[in-house]
């Protein structure tokens, strides 16, 4: 494929579920090698808009390919080149981490097998876990088996729903030192997660809500195009003053952080002003960059009220 030939380029996909709109009309293109994050709140609709691209659903509506193959025509196609990885650990707890790969190998039909896994687990740094029972591993290395099995046929796509989700910052990290190193190599990956952090790494995002796109671009797209004014208070008891901030006229959102406040609004003229009265020398206030956490809060909220 093409570097200049989106991986994934879809049009207005469309899912119901017993007459409720679960994605609505949804468009998106992603690029060979891109690291794209999906994201929204639980009920969004981003398991199954991974599980239409992947073959595994097949959408009411709309069009569009994914790895050069129609996704409503040739679905069986996709499959076998994607590396799909589910929100639950799906392996064989009962099973050793050999048994495991070596048991998806077969299943994905694979030549050379042997060398294969072992080569595999050497890669991925699970050699002193062999031989021990998957369900014994503590959460970040399940998480790593599941990646291992979701790589083995070397596919040139990963669905990754959620794949970070219970896990320690350790494991998260080094689930993203892999991510990066295999887009280097051109792999292309759709992650959805709940994790600002890990938004915040990835090359683009899209964010779901209620089955519709609100949102999509690189991080500082996203929060520049949200138009929010933010500032930082510090000082004094930040607490007491939160309650007091929050029902002032132009102020959208008030988030604590450790010992500050996040103050925004999307007027920046009305909540300086809403602001002035609290500007005393018992605070310090500066003005900040949203963060991807408050844009996202403002679009559910303006969401909510339409």
Request: glycine residues 10%; hydrophobic residues 40%; proline residues 4%.
């Amino acid at each position: 494929m093409a570097e200049d030939v989106p991986v994934i380029d879809v049009q207005d996909l469309s899912k119901s579920f017993n007459g409720k709109v679960v994605v609505n009309q949804l468009s998106l293109r992603v690029s060979p090698g891109e690291i794209y994050g999906f994201l929204g709140p639980n009920g969004s609709g981003k398991t199954t808009f991974i599980r239409m691209l992947c073959g595994l659903l097949r959408p009411d509506s709309g069009s569009g390919v994914c790895l050069g193959f129609d996704i409503q025509k040739e679905a069986e196609k996709i499959k076998p080149m994607v590396g799909y990885m589910s929100q639950r650990f799906s392996l064989y707890e009962d099973l050793s981490v050999l048994e495991n790969l070596t048991f998806m190998g077969r299943i994905y039909g694979l030549q050379n097998l042997k060398p294969l896994v072992h080569d595999s687990i050497e890669r991925m740094g699970l050699t002193r876990f062999t031989n021990q029972l998957a369900g014994t591993l503590s959460g970040g290395w399940k998480q790593r088996l599941a990646l291992t099995a979701c790589l083995l046929h070397r596919p040139r796509l990963l669905l990754l729903d959620e794949p970070t989700a219970g896990v320690d910052p350790k494991a998260r990290r080094d689930f993203w030192d892999d991510i990066y190193r295999l887009s280097e190599q051109g792999v292309t990956s759709l992650i959805s997660t709940h994790y600002m952090d890990e938004a915040e790494r990835c090359h683009r995002l899209a964010y779901l809500s209620y089955g519709n796109l609100l949102t999509a671009g690189t991080a500082d797209e996203v929060i520049a195009s949200a138009g929010l004014t933010s500032w930082l208070v510090s000082g004094g008891n930040v607490q007491a003053l939160a309650a007091r901030l929050k029902v002032i006229v132009g102020v959208d959102q008030v988030v604590p952080f450790g010992n500050t406040l996040h103050v925004s609004g999307h007027d920046a003229e009305k909540l300086e002003q809403g602001l002035q009265p609290f500007m005393s020398k018992e605070y310090r206030w500066q003005k900040t960059n949203a963060n991807l956490e408050e844009v996202f809060i403002s679009l559910m909220q303006d969401r909510e009220v339409q």
